[in-house]
C-alpha cells in the first residue's frame, strides 16, 4: 500500500498565507526558518511564540511593501525547529537547517526566539562552505561575553562565539556592555557605532568598515529599536528608530551582499497584537531591502 502524502501546510503557517501565490519550495528564494527557542533566561517569557505570532500577523500584510513586492521571488516557510532538549541539540538542528538552505542557493531567514540561534545559523553558513562573511548586528546588548554565569550557550555569549570563529562582527546601536565586552571588541577586531553615536546624531547611513567582507549576514535583536517601537522586556531607553534602522539596513545592501539574516528576542503581548503586525512588516521590509540590492 503505498505511503500516504504528506499534508500540505496551511496558509496560516505560511508567511503571507493566502496572499502569497502558491509555489513549490524550491521556487521559491528566501526560506523562513520558525525557532521557537526561549532559551534558559527567557524560560518563562513569550519569546517561544515570536515565529508563530509574527507569521499569524503578516497574514494582514500588503504584498507591496511601498516599493516593491518581495513574495513575488517566492517565500517559503519551513516546519518549526524541534526545540526540546539540551541547548547544543538544539543549535545542531538549527545549523543543519541553514546549511541546507544555503546548499539550496536560497536566502535563510531565522525567526526566534532567543538570540542564541544567532550562533547556530551562522554556523549553518560556514558547515556549507560559505567563505570570507562576516555578521553585521544590530542590538541593545554586546553579547560578547565568554560566559553568563558558566554558562557558554547563553545569549550574552551569543556575538563571542561567533567571532571564536573568526567570523569578523560590526555591531550597532548597542547601548549595555560590560568591560569585559569593552575589552573583547578590542581583542577581536570588533568595530562598532554604538547607540549614543547614531541616535544622537540621527545617522541613517553608515559605511561599512574598511577590510570588511563583501558579504553579509544580518542579525536584527528586537532589543535594537528604542521601546517605542517596540517595548521588549529587555529594552531600554535611546534605542534606534524604526525608520532609521530600515535606512541603515538599506545603505548596508548598497555596499554588501546580504546573505542572510534573522530577527530575534521579540516577545509577542497578547494584549497588543499590533506589535506582532509591526514584526512581520519589518521582516517583509528586510525582504524588500534585500530583493532590491540582490534580485
Known amino acids: ?4 502524502k504528506p499534508k ?9 498565507g493566502e496572499a502569497l501565490k502558491p509555489a513549490k519550495a524550491t521556487d521559491a528564494f528566501f526560506h523562513i526558518l520558525p525557532i521557537p527557542y526561549a532559551g534558559e533566561r527567557n524560560k518563562v517569557s513569550s519569546m517561544a511564540s515570536a515565529p508563530d505570532a509574527i507569521i499569524s500577523a503578516s497574514q494582514h500584510l500588503e504584498t507591496w511593501d511601498g516599493r516593491s513586492v518581495p513574495a513575488k521571488h517566492g517565500i517559503h516557510t519551513l516546519d518549526a525547529i524541534d526545540c526540546k532538549g539540551g541547548v547544543e541539540k538544539v543549535l545542531e538542528r538549527i545549523s543543519a537547517a541553514s546549511a541546507t538552505i544555503i546548499k539550496a542557493n536560497k536566502f535563510p ?16 553558513l560556514l558547515d ?3 567563505e ?3 555578521v553585521v548586528q544590530i542590538d541593545a546588548h554586546a553579547d560578547l561575553r565568554d560566559d553568563d554565569n558558566g554558562d557558554s550557550w547563553s545569549e550574552a555569549c551569543v556575538m563571542k562565539r561567533i567571532v571564536d570563529e573568526d567570523v569578523p562582527l560590526f555591531q550597532l546601536g548597542v547601548r549595555s556592555l560590560s568591560k569585559e565586552e569593552a575589552d573583547a571588541r578590542k581583542v577581536n577586531g570588533v568595530v562598532f557605532y554604538d547607540a549614543d553615536f547614531l541616535v544622537s546624531r540621527n545617522i541613517h547611513k553608515v559605511e561599512m568598515p574598511n577590510e570588511f567582507p563583501d558579504k553579509v549576514y544580518l542579525s536584527i535583536d528586537i532589543d535594537g529599536f ?9 529594552g531600554m531607553p535611546g534605542g534606534l528608530g524604526w525608520w532609521q534602522v530600515l535606512a541603515i539596513v538599506e545603505s548596508i545592501s548598497q555596499q554588501c551582499d546580504i546573505i542572510g539574516l534573522d530577527i530575534t528576542d521579540f516577545c509577542p503581548q497578547p494584549e497588543q497584537p499590533r506589535y506582532d503586525q509591526a514584526a512581520a512588516q519589518l521582516l517583509y521590509r528586510l525582504m524588500g531591502i534585500v530583493e532590491r540590492a540582490r534580485l
Open 8 to 16: 500540505a501546510a496551511s496558509a496560516a503557517s505560511q508567511f503571507l
Open 128 to 130: 556549507a562552505g560559505v
Open 109 to 124: 531567514i531565522g525567526l526566534g526566539g532567543d538570540g542564541t540561534v544567532t550562533y547556530a545559523l551562522v554556523k549553518g
Open 1 to 4: 500500500m503505498p505511503s500516504p
Open 226 to 234: 528604542d521601546p517605542s517601537v517596540f517595548p521588549t522586556a529587555g
Open 132 to 134: 570570507d562573511f562576516g
